[in-house]
């Protein structure tokens, strides 16, 4: 939300500075001004705005360090031996000394719609505290301005995590009870349907957390946190999944739009060319050389069920199957999360037919969820001006269908009105709309190590991870499930590859890629794409399964689980501020 500080810098210029932990706010004369009066609050807390992730941050991005993406070069997460309490980073206070100092200043006053400001002041706090306890655990719970010489809160340990979230909790009530603004046609602002949704987020991650973390205890207190997922979405009212006059485009239409569709967008970040706000989503999912060059795998493509509503994967074919055959007669949120045969971009008002290009992808499933069809000026600058939706109705759809998984109370009426109207608009057919399932799909219980077996649970998984790709909440998926071994152990695999030479990838009768070994061949014409796949499984390059045949294959680099990395070291220099901080396990 980068774009509220333009309206900000007068007022904070003349009226107070926000410093980091160990310092105060500078109070002046126009405190009064600020906190008397209904439109200084507002002005204050627009501040707290530019928390939400923003273009340059892109949700679109997170998800380029997780299971199901083939990118180039490996995350420092997950590069062996790069993380470290040296090179660990994210403790950082100062947007919650400037979120306390609004709310203590706010308790005092005597404006009639304090109550409003001050819970829209907490639902940030929420999420600011939500974040930390993500990445630290323990955490110091601090809800007044520190001062200077407040040396013991300053040098105080860390509260548990458990306890802290009970406050989250506490400040996302109350965001919920005293927020008044219930709707918001631009959706850019935190009414109390987005707090809501937003507690259905942040509770099904701690009901997991508590779950499937046995090491700390917790298991009995899940249901609660879960419960309070079905609750809260239940009292969402307003939103309903996006349903434009194509049934082909519905999906992706909310992804490649200037202006976010208010029937299931609850919360967005709106770009503006004018002021040059703008994103790189273009450039990173089409330029060969820009950022990491995110692919999907065929392991989680294979993952889509077909339009009948059955696994692809009980095709006995499948697994070598070319790509122009796998993708015929699939969920239809397939071709609109990566290019398919039918694909076509613009350029000039022209359409140019677009197959996937493996230069621009490591696996050939090329991602196009945020991108514009059009060519220029969109692929080689970052100048994508697409809104970047950070909380929408779908997702609260999966919360709470997994909510209802987790405590045993999904039934089919449930399950119609959840996973059935996702799969519904993404053109399924057949009784897996409506009734839930009974067998389990062999291929999700191998997918997840073996640890999940529940079928109900299984398809709730494959649906959150369909329907949330590229949204930014796979990597935390896999921390609070507790199966971060898929960040290393999932194969960085792509489209099966029947033989040596050129091939038609969208049935066009135009040869768009050839694979080769050892010397390069020419072309038969000036677009194909030449992939060398001599064996060789160094770090950045591709090879095929069997040889000459099979599977493309991609190393990113070394990539390494340890179980410490659930949370992240405390910096080694805020440690050694304060030694009572203690270090988190195995760091």
Known sequence: ???????????????????????????????????????????????????????????????????????????????????????????????????????????????????HYIGVARFFRALFYFDKVKRFGDVPWIDHTIEVTDTLTLNAPRDSRFEVMEKVLEDLNYAIANITLTSDPSCTRITRNVARAYKTRICLYEASFRKYHTDYGMQGTADTWYQEVVNEANDISGFSLHEGTNSELSYRELFITRTPYTDETLLAVVLDPSLQVFSSANRRFISPTYGSRPALTRQFVNTYLKLDGTPFTADPDYATMPFAEEVKDRDLRLKQTIRLGDYHRTENGVPVIAPPNLNQSWTGYQPIKWCYDERFPYDDESRNDNAHI?????????????????????????????????????????????????????????????????????????????????????????????????????????????????????????????????????????????????PNTAAGRRWLSNGTSGELMYNPGDREWQDRKYLYPIPQADLEQNPKLDQNPGW
Request: with cysteine.
């Open 1 to 115: 939300m980068k774009l509220f500080n333009y309206f900000l810098g007068a007022l904070i210029l003349v009226s107070f500075i926000s410093c980091d932990l160990d310092e105060t706010p500078v109070a002046t004369a126009t405190r009064d001004a600020v906190f008397g009066s209904e439109s200084g609050m507002e002005l204050y807390v627009n501040s707290f705005y530019d928390n939400l992730p923003g273009p340059d941050q892109g949700v679109f991005a997170i998800d380029n360090t997780s299971d199901f993406v083939a990118r180039n070069g490996v995350d420092t997460y997950l590069v062996p031996n790069a993380l470290s309490p040296i090179t660990s980073s994210g403790w950082s206070w100062t947007e919650l000394r400037n979120i306390n100092y609004f709310i203590e200043n706010a308790e005092s006053s005597e404006v009639n719609e304090k109550g």
């Open 390 to 534: 950070i909380m929408r109705w779908g997702e609260v759809l999966l919360n709470k269908a997994e909510a209802l998984a987790e405590l045993g109370q999904m039934n089919d009426a449930e399950w119609a009105a959840t996973i059935g109207e996702l799969r519904r608009r993404a053109g399924i057919t057949g009784p897996t709309l409506t009734a839930m399932p009974t067998e389990a799909d062999p291929y999700l219980a191998d997918y997840y190590l073996g640890k999940f077996t529940d079928p109900v649970m299984l398809e709730v998984m494959r649906e959150r991870t369909i329907e949330l790709a590229f949204e930014g909440l796979r990597p935390d998926d896999l921390r609070r499930w507790h199966i971060g071994e898929l960040f290393q152990e999932a194969p960085m695999n792509g489209m099966y590859v029947p033989q040596l030479g050129e091939q038609d990838l969208n049935g066009d009768g135009i040869m768009d890629v050839c694979f080769y070994q050892g010397n390069q061949p020419e072309p038969s014409n000036p677009s194909v794409v030449m992939v060398d796949v001599s």
